[in-house]
Protein backbone atom coordinates (compact mmCIF):
# COMPACT_ATOMS: atom_id res chain seq x y z
CA UNK A 1 0.00 0.00 0.00
CA UNK A 2 1.23 3.82 0.03
CA UNK A 3 2.65 5.08 2.67
CA UNK A 4 5.30 2.49 2.97
CA UNK A 5 8.23 4.23 3.81
CA UNK A 6 6.62 6.69 6.46
CA UNK A 7 5.76 3.28 8.10
CA UNK A 8 9.07 1.53 7.88
CA UNK A 9 10.69 4.75 9.94
CA UNK A 10 8.32 4.97 12.45
CA UNK A 11 8.63 1.47 13.31
CA UNK A 12 12.08 1.79 13.24
CA UNK A 13 12.13 5.01 15.45
CA UNK A 14 10.05 3.00 17.75
CA UNK A 15 12.60 0.17 17.73
CA UNK A 16 15.35 2.47 18.45
CA UNK A 17 13.95 3.88 21.45
CA UNK A 18 13.14 1.15 23.43
CA UNK A 19 15.18 0.06 26.00
CA UNK A 20 16.27 -3.27 24.74
CA UNK A 21 17.38 -2.09 21.39
CA UNK A 22 21.06 -2.91 20.99
CA UNK A 23 23.04 -1.83 18.05
CA UNK A 24 23.72 -5.63 17.58
CA UNK A 25 20.04 -5.78 16.89
CA UNK A 26 19.72 -2.88 14.64
CA UNK A 27 22.58 -4.88 12.43
CA UNK A 28 20.66 -7.79 12.51
CA UNK A 29 17.31 -5.88 11.12
CA UNK A 30 19.74 -4.37 8.81
CA UNK A 31 18.89 -0.44 10.50
CA UNK A 32 22.12 0.26 11.77
CA UNK A 33 24.63 1.98 9.16
CA UNK A 34 28.23 2.45 9.20
CA UNK A 35 28.57 6.43 10.85
CA UNK A 36 28.68 8.94 7.91
CA UNK A 37 31.95 11.60 8.68
CA UNK A 38 32.69 14.15 6.34
CA UNK A 39 36.22 15.92 6.70
CA UNK A 40 35.37 19.48 6.04
CA UNK A 41 39.17 20.76 6.16
CA UNK A 42 39.91 18.31 2.97
CA UNK A 43 36.93 19.18 0.80
CA UNK A 44 37.61 19.97 -2.35
CA UNK A 45 35.36 21.06 -5.46
CA UNK A 46 35.96 19.40 -8.52
CA UNK A 47 35.42 21.83 -11.05
CA UNK A 48 34.81 20.93 -15.03
CA UNK A 49 34.14 23.66 -17.83
CA UNK A 50 32.71 23.62 -21.08
CA UNK A 51 30.69 26.57 -23.16
CA UNK A 52 26.97 27.32 -23.10
CA UNK A 53 25.76 29.37 -26.17
CA UNK A 54 29.32 30.92 -26.09
CA UNK A 55 29.53 31.65 -22.15
CA UNK A 56 31.67 29.65 -19.84
CA UNK A 57 29.57 27.00 -17.48
CA UNK A 58 31.28 26.20 -14.78
CA UNK A 59 30.49 22.16 -13.64
CA UNK A 60 30.45 21.53 -10.10
CA UNK A 61 29.08 18.96 -7.91
CA UNK A 62 27.34 19.83 -4.44
CA UNK A 63 28.73 17.26 -2.44
CA UNK A 64 28.02 18.37 1.23
CA UNK A 65 28.30 21.76 0.93
CA UNK A 66 25.28 24.41 0.37
CA UNK A 67 27.19 26.57 -1.67
CA UNK A 68 30.59 27.38 -3.91
CA UNK A 69 32.44 30.55 -4.27
CA UNK A 70 33.53 30.68 -7.71
CA UNK A 71 36.61 33.56 -8.73
CA UNK A 72 37.86 34.07 -11.92
CA UNK A 73 41.46 35.21 -13.44
CA UNK A 74 40.64 36.59 -16.88
CA UNK A 75 43.89 37.67 -17.79
CA UNK A 76 45.87 34.66 -16.18
CA UNK A 77 47.94 36.40 -14.25
CA UNK A 78 47.08 34.29 -11.59
CA UNK A 79 45.30 36.48 -9.56
CA UNK A 80 42.08 35.63 -8.91
CA UNK A 81 39.06 37.48 -7.65
CA UNK A 82 35.73 36.43 -6.51
CA UNK A 83 32.86 35.98 -9.01
CA UNK A 84 29.94 34.81 -7.69
CA UNK A 85 28.41 32.40 -5.07
CA UNK A 86 26.15 29.36 -6.89
CA UNK A 87 23.87 27.46 -4.72
CA UNK A 88 23.08 25.46 -7.49
CA UNK A 89 25.25 23.20 -10.10
CA UNK A 90 26.20 24.51 -12.45
CA UNK A 91 27.30 28.35 -12.76
CA UNK A 92 27.35 29.98 -16.11
CA UNK A 93 29.43 33.16 -16.36
CA UNK A 94 27.48 36.34 -18.45
CA UNK A 95 30.54 38.31 -18.46
CA UNK A 96 30.69 39.86 -22.01
CA UNK A 97 34.00 39.37 -23.73
CA UNK A 98 35.14 43.31 -24.37
CA UNK A 99 35.00 45.36 -27.21
CA UNK A 100 37.57 44.15 -30.48
CA UNK A 101 38.05 40.73 -28.20
CA UNK A 102 36.78 37.61 -30.20
CA UNK A 103 38.36 34.97 -28.09
CA UNK A 104 39.67 34.42 -24.52
CA UNK A 105 40.68 32.50 -21.57
CA UNK A 106 39.57 32.02 -18.74
CA UNK A 107 40.53 30.33 -15.46
CA UNK A 108 38.60 29.13 -12.87
CA UNK A 109 38.49 27.79 -9.45
CA UNK A 110 36.32 27.26 -6.31
CA UNK A 111 35.96 26.76 -2.85
CA UNK A 112 32.84 24.55 -0.68
CA UNK A 113 30.93 27.26 1.44
CA UNK A 114 28.75 25.21 4.25
CA UNK A 115 26.21 27.72 6.41
CA UNK A 116 27.82 30.70 4.39
CA UNK A 117 31.47 29.85 6.06
CA UNK A 118 34.40 28.80 3.69
CA UNK A 119 35.19 25.01 3.87
CA UNK A 120 37.46 22.71 2.90
CA UNK A 121 40.58 23.62 0.14
CA UNK A 122 40.63 25.66 -3.11
CA UNK A 123 40.02 23.45 -6.06
CA UNK A 124 42.32 23.43 -9.15
CA UNK A 125 41.52 25.98 -11.39
CA UNK A 126 40.18 24.97 -15.11
CA UNK A 127 40.61 27.30 -18.38
CA UNK A 128 37.58 27.71 -20.28
CA UNK A 129 38.22 29.68 -23.78
CA UNK A 130 35.72 31.90 -24.65
CA UNK A 131 34.51 32.76 -28.26
CA UNK A 132 31.84 35.62 -29.04
CA UNK A 133 29.16 34.43 -30.88
CA UNK A 134 28.68 35.94 -34.42
Not at 6 to 28: C, F, M, Q, W
Not at 98 to 121: C, F, H, Q, T
Amino acid sequence: EPGIFPRVAKLVKRLKSHPNYTANIGEDLGIEGAEHTVDIFNLKPTLKGGLDAGRPRIIWNKDVADSIDIFVDRDLTGNFEYLANDMEPDYIDTFLLPAGVNSAVWSYKGMYKISDERVGLMSEPINITVTKLI
